[in-house]
């Protein structure tokens, strides 16, 4: 704990960091082909409708001594269809049936009961109109997309519409991971996963938020300083929060991987594991875009403004002048030179909390260390 | 760190205290209201508590494009109400959802198959000539009506399936109480309209009554059996008397008088359908002294059939010259009528109250609804399984919630004493605010609405971290707790805002626009939200102000989660220069 603490420390004052900003390409490139990936998955494979989108009935039995390939026959004999069974829980049973309407379903199951020996009140079913799932699929879809124009607003004023922009990427890219996810590994798609997903957008963008609100705050007087282009700042904020954001992160999968070990290991297949499945793929990738692709994405777009570019290039000038190696990927050791002009830097460097004067003395020891 | 800064800490001494009262008297409020209102704990949706959930979708009809509005839902979800409560279903909830679909959730229990064919069928409404009537139950005898004189016992009149049903029903146990019943269509007069319009095709064929061909002794000989041994005064009884009825043959029926005594009836067969009612509406009558009455307007094919069946009712005696307005197997309204009724559009009148006259005018309504629904989903769940899916939501929130604590503990130490009293905060209060919810706005908790609880303890949590995130950057800087914790709050809360906002507003927005299980984990997604940033607030911010006078905190000691040591801070520079020595050795 104290050496996280220390890191804390050190990632907070910019000592240690990972040039996120600076090797964004790869990530980009990591995340281009997640996204192709995903999207091959999509269109090859296709997702796996769950009865609540393609209309039918799920039967769930809480228990029975009847075998799986025995109600499998029971099922298809009772329906006229193909049934899927699945064991669920210690001895219950999952039958699925498809594309029967729910006038017939009443039939199946009154036929289930007598054929498994159980009352009829003891089964547990699920009717679904086809087109009911269709509905629910649809509102989904038209709330994702309102609440992404909302958001985009929303952020376009809290902050700017390069941020927006970023964020929606993010998000965007978040959403195709998970969707991708579930039709390359087949896991069946419900109305439990839908939700799932929907939370990711909420989800995904607090994280987003976080970091964004932080460079926000660094980049207030970013013109009226020579010593960073933006795209370093960037990174410093990205490091800056990274604690935070891995911390925000870690204590959000937790209660869903609660979720998902109940909902998977004790009652097998049902509502709680879909959410919690969908919920954890979607967390992890919203935590990776936040950090990996929404921030630099900012940063790219930020450095194509006038102003950036002039900041840029003053900075470069004065590193040149400097006579320092002007990398500008390796910002641990470029701390070093950046510490020596504090006496003539702007005071309103990153934000009132770094005061220059309390930086040197600070920096001054580790790094005279390193030397 | 111990250079206090005097003036800013004062100045903020009692306002913490305050805000902790403050919530704290919210909580215990709440709490309270919860304990007087008897609903301690949350209303379980059909999926934990077991019982039937069906989903109803209105359907288009063809050259109707407008027909599924909010008004004729709301009316369809009315009608609904009455027939599933009239199956003695207790605690049987039908609500709209979304623009075109109604929920009706039927708890463990009941009859569900009986409840689904109740209630997928579109309101049938009819208006029936009575054959004859009688009171029951024991406000009949104990409130006679003054207009019991107005006419005799029922008298055998000449109308031939009538015949035999009322001789019968004066025999039955209770004569009197059958005279009293004519109070009511007395009061219920059915008037012509001041204005009528008379059309042509008002030809009054009186002898034309199609209830005169098919009786058959036999049939007519069942329904008097039918008739006597039914007992109005029980619900279950009533619920079963209207069904399987065709409307081309005579029935019985029950409904309630002014007095709001049960009455049973013997009703011919259906003379006008409620679908030939264009527009009924309550209206006060300014001119007369009939007070509130109710305006029926037919369609010209009702208005034929009205005419026809009113001029012959006309000639009859008391009851026969009643008609019954049927919704749904139940006798909704009997008024009498003196003179045939041409001209389209009818009123009655009678000692309506306010709320009488717009029920039956809303009553009269269903009938002409152009609302038809399909079963779009139905979901049987058996208590057993709803035990246990609701047993592993709460396994698995403790569970997650063990987890955060775990990781708060290891990685907060002290600090994390705070974010598990906020979080036992936020606990509280979602769930009284739940458990208050279910009797006031019809919130019933269920699976979907566990796993959004389960999941806003990560971001109840987030909000936590931000901000302790924050103090400790700011102690990097030097400073020492209670500035910190000064300087750090309106960044923290600044983020705290904007993040729960982007969450609140995508539950916000899912509540509206989705359907079915994603709405009710919307609902614990918002609420948790507004929690969260009620919390952070009125409890998290205050207490982290009291607890940073403390010894403990501000000193930052070793098991505090503040220990400036430990979390590398830099000697502070304007101030005392104590802490500076460890913080070098260390770093040297």
Redesign the interface.
């Known amino acids: 704990?104290?050496k996280?603490?220390?890191l804390?420390?050190?990632l907070?004052?910019g000592e240690i960091g990972y040039d996120f900003v600076g090797k964004r390409f790869i990530w980009y490139g990591l995340s281009i082909l997640i996204t192709i990936t995903a999207i091959l998955g999509l269109s090859v494979r296709g997702l796996n409708m769950g009865i609540?989108f393609e209309g039918g009935a799920v039967f769930?039995i809480?228990k029975t001594s009847v075998s799986v390939s025995q109600a499998e026959k029971y099922a298809e004999e009772a329906s006229g269809h193909d049934a899927i069974v699945q064991t669920l829980g210690k001895d219950g049973l999952r039958i699925q049936v498809a594309t029967i309407d729910?006038?017939a379903?009443?039939k199946v199951?009154a036929k289930l009961a007598t054929d498994l020996g159980i009352p009829e009140?003891?089964?547990?079913?699920?009717?679904?109109?086809p087109?009911?799932g269709d509905?629910?699929a649809n509102?989904?879809w038209?709330?994702l997309v309102?609440?992404m124009f909302?958001?985009v607003i929303?952020?376009a004023i809290?902050f700017e519409w390069r941020m927006a922009v970023a964020a929606l990427v993010a998000l965007i890219h978040d959403i195709t991971i998970t969707v991708g996810i579930y039709a390359l590994v087949g896991f069946e798609v419900t109305?439990?996963t839908?939700?799932g997903l929907?939370?990711i957008?909420?989800?995904s963008?607090?994280d987003t938020?976080?970091v964004f609100?932080?460079l926000k705050?660094q980049t207030k007087d970013i013109t009226k300083q020579t010593r960073w282009t933006y795209s370093e700042i960037a990174d410093r904020s990205i490091n800056?929060?990274l604690?935070?954001s891995i911390?925000?992160t870690?204590?959000?999968?937790?209660?869903?991987?609660?979720?998902l070990?109940?909902?998977g290991g004790?009652?097998g297949a049902?509502?709680?594991n879909d959410?919690?499945l969908s919920?954890f793929v979607g967390l992890a990738a919203g935590a990776y875009s936040s950090i990996f692709i929404a921030t630099p994405l900012v940063a790219d777009l930020k450095e194509r403004e006038p102003q950036m570019k002039a900041l840029k290039k003053r900075v470069l000038a004065k590193r040149a002048q400097a006579g320092q190696d002007d990398a500008p990927t390796a910002t641990v050791s470029d701390e070093q030179p950046y510490d020596d002009e504090d006496e003539d830097a702007a005071p309103a460097v990153v934000g009132p909390?770094?005061q220059p004067?309390?930086r040197n003395?600070?920096r001054g020891?580790?790094s005279g260390?390193r030397r | 760190m111990a250079a206090p800064k005097k003036g800013r800490s004062a100045s903020s001494q009692s306002k913490p205290g305050r805000s902790l009262a403050l919530i704290l008297i919210a909580i215990v409020a709440l709490t309270g209201g919860m304990f007087l209102s008897g609903h301690t704990t949350p209303r379980l949706g059909i999926?934990l508590a077991g019982g039937t959930s069906i989903?109803l979708?209105a359907k288009n009809e063809p050259g109707q494009p407008n027909a599924i509005n909010k008004t004729n839902m709301d009316t369809a979800v009315d009608i609904m109400n009455r027939r599933v409560n009239g199956l003695g279903v207790s605690e049987a909830e039908v609500q709209t959802q979304?623009s075109d679909?109604i929920i009706v959730n039927i708890p463990k229990g009941t009859n569900s198959?009986q409840a689904r064919e109740q209630v997928g069928t579109t309101a049938k409404l009819y208006f029936r000539p009575v054959l004859a009537l009688e009171v029951q139950g024991v406000a009949a005898t104990a409130s006679p009506t003054p207009s019991a004189s107005t006419s005799g016992s029922p008298s055998p009149s000449a109308s031939e399936t009538g015949d035999k049903a009322t001789s019968t029903s004066s025999g039955s146990p209770s004569p009197s109480a059958s005279a009293t019943s004519q109070g009511r269509p007395v009061t219920d007069a059915l008037k012509a309209d001041a204005t009528p319009t008379p059309s042509g095709s008002s030809s009054a064929t009186t002898s034309a009554s199609p209830s005169a061909t098919p009786t058959a002794d036999a049939a007519t000989a069942a329904l008097q059996a039918k008739y006597t041994a039914l007992d109005c005064t029980k619900k279950a009884v009533r619920a079963v008397t209207g069904d399987g009825v065709k409307p081309s043959e005579p029935t019985v029926a029950c409904g309630k008088n002014s007095q709001g005594q049960w009455q049973k009836f013997i009703l011919g067969p259906s003379e006008v359908d409620g679908t030939e009612v264009e527009k009924a509406q309550a209206v006060f009558d300014t001119q007369g002294a009939a007070g509130w009455q109710v305006t029926m307007d037919f369609t010209s094919k009702g208005s034929k059939q009205f005419g026809e069946v009113t001029g012959r009712l006309a000639q009859n005696q008391a009851p026969q010259n009643e008609f019954g307005i049927v919704l749904d197997g139940e006798v909704v309204s009997n008024p009498y009528v003196s003179t045939a009724i041409t001209g389209g559009s009818a009123q009655i009148s009678g000692s309506f109250t306010q709320t009488d006259a717009q029920d039956l005018a809303n009553m009269l309504s269903y009938g002409a609804l152009p609302l038809t629904f399909?079963?779009?989903?139905?979901?049987?769940?058996?208590p057993?399984?709803g035990d246990?899916?609701l047993e592993?939501?709460l396994?698995?929130?403790?569970?997650?919630?063990?987890?955060?604590v775990v990781?708060?503990v290891?990685?907060y130490?002290g600090l994390s004493a705070v974010a598990i009293a906020s979080l036992l905060v936020s606990a509280v209060l979602t769930y009284v605010i739940m458990s208050l919810l279910g009797p006031g706005i019809g919130f019933a908790l269920n699976?979907?609405a566990v796993?959004?609880a389960?999941?806003a303890?990560?971001?109840t949590?987030?909000s936590f971290?931000?901000f302790f995130?924050r103090i400790?950057?700011?102690i990097?800087?030097?400073r020492s707790l209670r500035p910190a914790v000064e300087?750090g709050w309106p960044?923290a809360r600044?983020?705290i805002l904007?993040?729960d906002?982007?969450?609140?507003?995508?539950?916000a927005?899912?509540f509206?626009?989705?359907?079915?299980?994603?709405q009710g984990?919307?609902f614990t997604?918002g609420l948790t939200?507004l929690l969260d940033v009620v919390v952070v607030f009125f409890f998290t911010k205050p207490l982290m102000t009291i607890l940073a006078r403390k010894k403990f905190f501000a000193e930052g000691h070793s098991w505090s989660g503040l220990?400036p040591q430990?979390?590398?801070?830099?000697?502070p520079?304007r101030r005392t220069r104590r802490a500076s020595a460890p913080v070098?050795m260390k770093?040297?």
Not at chain 1, 250 to 259: C, D, I, K, N, T
Not at chain 2, 374 to 382: I, K, P, Y
């Open positions: 704990m104290s996280l603490g220390t804390g420390a050190r907070h004052r609540e769930t809480e729910t006038a379903a009443d199951s009140k003891d089964i547990t079913g699920e009717l679904v109109g087109s009911w509905q629910v509102k989904a038209q709330g309102i609440f909302l958001v929303y952020l809290a109305p439990g839908v939700i929907l939370t957008l909420g989800y963008l607090y938020v976080v609100d932080s705050e800056g929060t604690v935070r911390n925000t870690v204590v959000a999968l937790l209660p869903v991987a609660g979720l070990f109940i909902g004790v009652l049902g509502m709680l959410i919690s919920l909390r770094n004067a309390s003395r600070g020891r580790p260390k | 999926d989903t979708t979304g679909n198959k399909a079963e779009s989903s139905v979901s049987t769940v058996s057993a399984l246990e899916q592993a939501g396994i698995a929130g403790a569970i997650g919630l063990a987890l955060v990781y708060l290891v990685y130490r699976l979907p796993c959004g389960i999941v303890i990560g971001i949590a987030d971290i931000v995130e400790r950057d700011e990097r800087e030097g300087r960044r600044r983020t904007v993040s906002f982007v969450s609140f507003l995508a539950a927005v899912l509206i626009v989705t359907v079915g299980k994603v984990f919307a997604l939200t220990d430990r979390l590398g801070a830099k000697p520079l070098d770093e040297a």
